[in-house]
């Protein structure tokens, strides 16, 4: 037996997007009495909602998101409990903790002001030291319950995606994942040839007997 | 270690969609050297490309698919070696071969035809006997490497959906798991207020030591 954890926000007409971005925006275009189905359009840029950004969004690059190897975006999870820190900061401990690899996930809990004017002002930052930590991990992707791990010029956006390590932005339920031994994240793209992709972002956890 | 093979046709501007429904458009909408980022815009219907049909598609339901749970789309594949049947009909064997809420994914090989007209025009087609032993056999989902499993009026559609059994549909690449012993299927629908949803669906192949 296993269960999945859903880490997305919900797409949806007028959901919360970057500041300065384009609206997404989501409407039934078929009814099922008047045309025999069902059907919707959904028109978004590809940051909106729970994302991965990849190295086009910042740097030169003419690879696709979608393009890139599948086996990037799935894999071995962790997740750190770092609530109450403006600026996150690597510890001792996380040499241990994060293997080779892995998909680090940053649990901060401010997505409880997601759709709130405070989720874009006010939100923690990682520390571009702790972000070197995690190159030389080799890890796959950082995800955070924030809309980004930085603010204007995204030092650690540069960092990261500089070196092939995916961003996943806009999760939320990372304190769900607080107890649990051990998941796999499951964070694919679309295959799509954008510089990002909207993503369904989940955590698979395997119960042991 | 493990494989992964993706089973999803490429979002573009204007790749092939179902007649009769609205194009497909995928633009840039800020270039790195002027605005700082790449950026691009997707503006779909949620029948483009490799999706996922939902109950609502057809039926009357306002559970959205974005709503249903995650384990409902991920799970143990079969597939299944249909080549050169206009009528895909059960056969003694599967009744031993499928197992109860596996997904069901039928490789007919007519995605050589994907882009061009006849992908749409002269597809194979699913017995609707076939699809009621599905039912019997309470599988998760069916996918199929065809614009649909059916025609006008979409009975088999109707027999899937109508038990919660979900559609996936335009996928490719199936004969590459004909000599694969085991995998899972992984393909989460994006969470979205919408019947359907475009999906990255992908096999993940455990390799035995």
């Known amino acids: 037996m296993e269960r999945i954890i859903d880490l997305s926000q919900t797409i949806e007409e007028n959901m919360p997007v970057y500041p300065g971005d384009l609206r997404t925006e989501l409407f039934q275009t078929h009814y099922l009495g008047v045309h025999g189905y069902n059907s919707y359009r959904l028109q978004t840029n590809s940051h909106a909602g729970t994302h991965l950004d ?15 190897p599948l086996q990037s975006f799935i894999g071995e999870g962790c997740v750190l409990d770092v609530r109450g820190q403006p600026v996150i900061k690597t510890v001792a401990e996380y040499e241990a903790r994060i293997k080779e690899g892995s998909a680090v996930l940053l649990y901060t809990g401010h997505d409880r ?12 930052v990682v520390d571009p030291e702790f972000a070197r930590f995690l190159l030389g991990k080799k890890i796959k992707m950082l995800g955070v319950d924030l809309p980004s791990p930085d603010k204007y010029p995204f030092p650690v956006h540069k960092l990261l995606l500089g070196n092939k390590i995916f961003i996943l932005e806009n999760l939320t339920n990372l304190g769900r994942l607080l107890d649990v031994p051990s998941f796999d ?8 040839k954008a510089d990002s992709s909207l993503v369904r972002a989940a955590a698979r956890i395997h119960c042991r007997k």
């Open 54 to 68: 990849s190295p086009m969004h910042l740097l030169t690059s003419r690879e696709f998101i979608g393009e890139l």
């Open 113 to 124: 002001f997601y759709g709130m004017p405070e989720y874009y002002r006010d939100h923690p």
């Open 185 to 192: 994240l499951i964070a694919f793209p679309l295959k799509i």
